[in-house]
């Protein structure tokens, strides 16, 4: 793998996003997805099987949940970040199942994941809040591996930096910013958000062992975390395209939206009974065998 020439202090980008296997080109975002896919399973099997639980039940739910997910992530791109590359004049609607372009969308994932979720959880009589709670860390952590993506694509990025982990982007690349001068750094959103969702998923996980113990508590805990940290984000320092509300960013308000809700649901969650209805009715039948 080649790198460009960095400058004293920078953060080379790679020169490369992929690579050919005969007649398929492997993605390094999408391996970078698999990545956080195959942890986020990992962790959350484990997890599971922690309550007691059928760590198989993971499996069968993912099923679901991820093509969900991506059709999902798709969708929030192509509705939501930037429907004017797809629908109006001179465009071509068709254009939106070209997925192997580029043009995800993770809140589009999640939330679309969760249907998916729901019905596969409702298939195998398991609780969806149990679920939930047991993937948020796993998911959080996932999207910070998955953000590494953007650095091999060279995408992303935020405003220009003096500061001395600056991002170099390549001046012949399709996505550097024209009105900026060649050898412009620029801050390292990817790695600003996957350091603080790895972080927040390990404090979540640390959380849900002592703090977070009602249902529901460890989810909302993730959105509400997430969507701060995307707030920030989104407002202060990205600069690639998107369309735009009341003058600011879409995702300001999608992100904006995460945190008041999270925090709606969290402080829900907080006057919930700490079993969830499935561990309430295992208990009833429980009484019922014994009388």
């Known amino acids: ?37 195959l942890v986020c399973l ?16 993971i499996w069968d739910i993912a099923l679901w949940a991820i093509p969900f997910g991506l059709v999902g992530a798709r969708m929030y791109h192509v509705l939501i970040t930037a429907p004017g590359d797809y629908f109006g004049p001179g465009k071509n609607p068709w254009d939106a199942l070209k997925i192997w372009e580029g043009g995800i969308g993770i ?3 999640v939330t679309l ?8 959880c409702r298939r195998k009589h398991v609780s969806l809040a149990a679920f939930a709670d047991a993937a948020a860390p796993g998911i959080l952590i996932a999207q910070g591996i998955g953000r590494w993506g953007n650095w091999f ?3 992303l990025f935020g405003k220009p930096t003096t500061l001395p982990w600056g991002l170099e982007i390549d001046p012949l690349s399709s996505n550097f910013p024209q009105q900026y001068p060649p050898g412009t750094l620029f801050h390292p959103t990817f790695l600003y958000e996957s350091l603080w969702d790895i972080l927040g998923g390990l404090v979540i996980l640390w959380l849900s062992r002592r703090v977070l113990t009602k249902m529901g508590q460890v989810f909302w805990t993730y959105v509400m975390y997430y969507g701060f940290g995307r707030f920030l984000i989104e407002l202060f320092l990205r600069i690639d395209h998107s369309d735009e509300f009341l003058g600011l960013r879409i995702h300001v308000w999608t992100s904006g939206f995460l945190v008041v809700l999270g925090a709606v649901m969290l402080f829900a969650m907080s006057r919930r009974k700490t079993k969830d ?13 014994e009388a």
Not at 7 to 30: D, E, K, M, R, V
Not at 42 to 57: E, F, K, V, Y
Request: glycine share 10%; with cysteine.
């Open 1 to 37: 793998m080649s790198l460009v020439v960095p400058i004293l202090g920078a953060i080379p980008s790679p020169s490369w996003s992929g690579f050919h296997l005969g007649p398929l080109t492997i993605h390094a975002y999408a391996l970078c997805i698999l990545l956080g896919i």
């Open 42 to 57: 990992w962790l959350t099997t484990r997890r599971w099987a922690a309550t007691g639980r059928n760590p198989d039940d």
């Open 107 to 109: 809140m589009g994932a």
């Open 113 to 120: 994941g969760a249907l998916g979720a729901w019905i596969a």
């Open 153 to 155: 694509n060279q995408e």
């Open 277 to 289: 209805p499935e561990d309430i009715s295992k208990d009833r039948d429980a009484t019922a065998v």
